[in-house]
């Protein structure tokens, strides 16, 4: 038979869904479930009936009422039994649960909500947890939203607003702010794909820095740069133009620092797969790009979305001749479930297959400098495909 802490539990699951038909408007309809197969001692039965009994309501108080039912029973003859167990109403659910308190202040802040945002009322109806979590941060998330609906996509850094609050408060409330912002802003107002906070909803983020070393003394010169070697914003990099020259992208710091003196060549230390920052550079389609990356099931997906953007990239030391040559280095790898990469060359695909499915990376610095030095300036020569 059951107890009346299982009793408290089935109120416990039954909290939220009253909660939505509350928000809904609707009437609070009486709850029941029935008290379970009773014990089969006389023993037994009576101490689960005191048991359930002592935690039944009286007249004035709040919980559960029993329904009980008059029985013949075998072994124990006649016995009057409780069957059923009701919820009468909301209070007694509340009480049962242990959420009184926090219905009281879920009212206030639906309340709150609908005085100030009535545009949020399908979204406090879907998600009352989250409403409920959100309970003490209320009166500066609404102030947040005010500030959007005013002054959508403000162009500053977060810490740039002009709202009461401090910097942190929208740094640490970013997910909450997000569904709110797209309930109640317009559809023009925010950027539903874009994959960051400030992106969605126009407010300016640290550029990532791409870091370049000229290669080339010469070109440095013609480009009036004083130095060797910057770390610029994509922003401003793409307000640069380098078309024509050749881009070796590396992946590793030392591979990068190393690269030799080359003509009308130019290094970047790539991101990982945080490379598609460079997307944002329009000039580099008009560069001939050789990417080296670590021979691992990784290195051919940072690849394949490098070519998901700039198409002509040819790939440098990532082929079966340079595994081979330096097999003895290779080392586990990192698990990769992917085995379909769309940008690949044939024999791309099948080195990236069997790395992925033996778990293998050689990393970069394993390749001899020799043999690297080798390989880039072959392929400088050789004519682009």
């Known amino acids: ?99 009184a308190r926090e219905f009281a202040d879920f009212c206030q802040d ?31 998330l609404l102030t947040v939203c005010h500030y959007f609906l005013e002054h959508p996509r403000p ?15 929208i740094e640490q409330h970013q997910g909450i ?36 070393r000229f290669l080339d003394n010469q070109l440095r010169q013609r480009y009036a740069l004083p130095l060797d070697e910057i770390s610029v914003p994509c922003s401003q990099l793409a307000e640069l133009d380098f078309s024509g020259q050749t881009c070796i992208i590396t992946e590793n710091k030392m591979t990068f620092l190393t690269l030799p003196r080359l003509s009308g060549t130019f290094a970047t230390l790539g991101g990982g797969f945080g490379i598609g920052a460079l997307a944002t550079i329009p000039w580099l389609r008009a560069c001939p790009i050789l990417y080296w990356g670590d021979l691992d099931a990784q290195g051919f997906q940072i690849l394949s979305q490098l070519r998901a953007f700039l198409p002509h990239v040819t790939s440098l030391m990532m082929d079966e001749a340079t595994f081979a040559t330096f097999a003895t280095f290779s080392v586990p790898g990192t698990l990769c479930r992917a085995r379909v990469l769309p940008s690949l ?41």
Request: glycine share 4%.
């Open 155 to 169: 162009e500053l850094y977060i810490r740039e607003l002009p709202i009461n609050m401090h910097t942190k408060f």
């Open 1 to 99: 038979m059951i107890t009346p802490a299982e009793i408290s539990l089935k109120a416990e699951r039954q909290y939220l869904p009253c909660v939505q038909g509350w928000v809904r408007g609707e009437p609070f309809m009486p709850l029941s479930f029935p008290t379970g197969k009773p014990a089969t001692d006389f023993a037994g039965l009576r101490a689960e009936v005191q048991r359930i009994q002592a935690g039944e309501k009286n007249a004035g108080s709040l919980g559960y009422r029993l329904e009980w039912q008059t029985q013949q029973k075998r072994e124990l003859n006649t016995q009057t039994l409780p069957v059923r167990v009701w919820l009468d109403t909301l209070e007694d659910l509340l009480y049962l649960s242990g959420k």
């Open 345 to 385: 060359t044939p024999e791309e695909h099948a080195l990236f297959l069997r790395l992925a499915q033996e778990t293998l990376r050689l990393e970069q610095e394993r390749i001899s400098h020799v043999y690297a030095l080798e390989q880039i300036r072959a392929a400088l020569v050789r004519p682009a495909t």
């Open 110 to 140: 639906v309340a709150l909500l609908r005085d100030q945002l009535p545009q949020l009322e399908g979204w406090v109806e879907r998600a009352p947890r989250k409403l409920i979590e959100q309970h003490a941060d209320w009166p500066d």
């Open 177 to 212: 702010l997000r569904e709110l912002l797209e309930e109640i802003l317009p559809a023009e107002a925010f950027l539903a794909e874009a994959p960051t906070f400030q992106q969605r909803f126009g407010l300016r983020e640290e550029e990532p820095l791409v870091r370049m």
